[in-house]
Structure formats: C-alpha cells, structure tokens
C-alpha cells in the first residue's frame, strides 16, 4: 500500500492498495496503520483493513491465528456468503462450538469474531467481496488453517467447492491443528 499526497487538497491522501489476484478473484488491504501512521495521521483502534472478492463457491478457511488470536470484524460489502465461526478458546463455556450466518452487501452486517476463533467463509454469490478489520498487524507466521471438511465440525457448506488455495485444500483436521497451535 502507498500514501500520495493530493496536491489539491492539503493533508489529503490516497492510500493505493496493492491487489494480489488469482483465479478466485483478489485480495487487498484497504487500512494499514504505519501507512496512515507514516504520513502524520492517527490511526484508529483497528490496525488493518483487508477484502477479498470471491466467485461463487469459492471457500476460504478455516483460518485462526496463534500467539495472541486475532480479533476481527468481518462483512460482506457485495454479494453474499456463508460465514463460520468455530471457538477454539479452551476456557470458552462455548468451546468447540459452532455458529453459521448468512452475511450479506443487502443487510451489510458485520460479525465480531473473537481472538482464538477460527473463521471461514464460502461465497454464494457469483462476486463476494468481504472486508476484514483486524486488531493487529497479520504475521504469515502465526497463520493456522484447518480442514474445512473435518468430519469432528460437520460444517454443512451449502455449496460444492469449486476452488480454494493451496493451504486451505492442504489443510490438517482439527485435531491436528489444535495439537500444533496449542504446543
């Protein structure tokens, strides 16, 4: 992401994402606070804005983050997708616990996924574009996927898959990854 300054407007800035496209579609980061922070702005509590745009059965997840999780606010800004939390918080009265919700650009609400989550989507619509706000700079390293398909979550997914990344298709069941994430 770059900042250029408007000549224009004084103290006015675009900020340019940098779009990463593939088969499915794309992602962009949209926020990124030392971008903000490097041109004298303040940024918010949030620190990063991300969206991705998905064709329709496209499944993204299910993604959770180690170390300190990761909080987010996830909507879908165009189209519409099956969205899935499941808890993972060990000291959670809802551990293991799954939640399914139909997140949509006609109602535009956005879902709180709490640190220690994991969280998954898959697009309905023929274009998706959800947007993501996280609570801190993303770390590939900490990044931890689980098998959509693991048989302990039976997560109904109203459509056949028609793509996913290579990570997500090579992702461990949930056994697997909770004796990684947790070690």
Excluded at 28 to 56: K, M, N
Excluded at 122 to 145: C, G, N, W
Aim: glycine share 6%; aromatic share 8%; net charge negative.
């Amino acid at each position: 992401m770059k900042a250029t300054e408007v000549p224009t407007v004084t103290g006015a800035y675009l900020f340019e994402p940098t779009p990463c496209a593939d088969e499915r579609g794309f992602f962009c980061r949209t926020f990124d606070a030392d971008v903000v922070r490097s041109v004298g702005l303040d940024p918010s509590a949030f620190v990063q804005d991300s969206v991705s745009r998905s064709a329709r059965g496209v499944l993204r997840g299910l993604h959770l983050r180690s170390g300190a999780g990761e909080a987010k606010l996830v909507r879908c800004s165009y189209g519409k997708i099956f969205d899935v939390v499941v808890d993972l918080r060990p000291d959670s009265p809802t551990y293991r616990n799954r939640a399914f919700f139909e997140l949509s650009g006609e109602t535009q609400t956005t879902l709180y996924v709490p640190a220690g989550c994991a969280h998954g989507f898959q697009a309905l619509t023929e274009a998706a574009d959800t947007s993501y706000r996280i609570d801190r700079p993303h770390d590939p390293a900490e990044d931890v996927a689980i098998a959509f398909d693991d048989p302990e979550l039976a997560i109904p997914w109203p459509l056949p898959v028609t793509l996913m990344s290579q990570r997500d298709r090579e992702a461990p069941s949930l056994a697997e990854a909770l004796h990684h994430h947790e070690s």
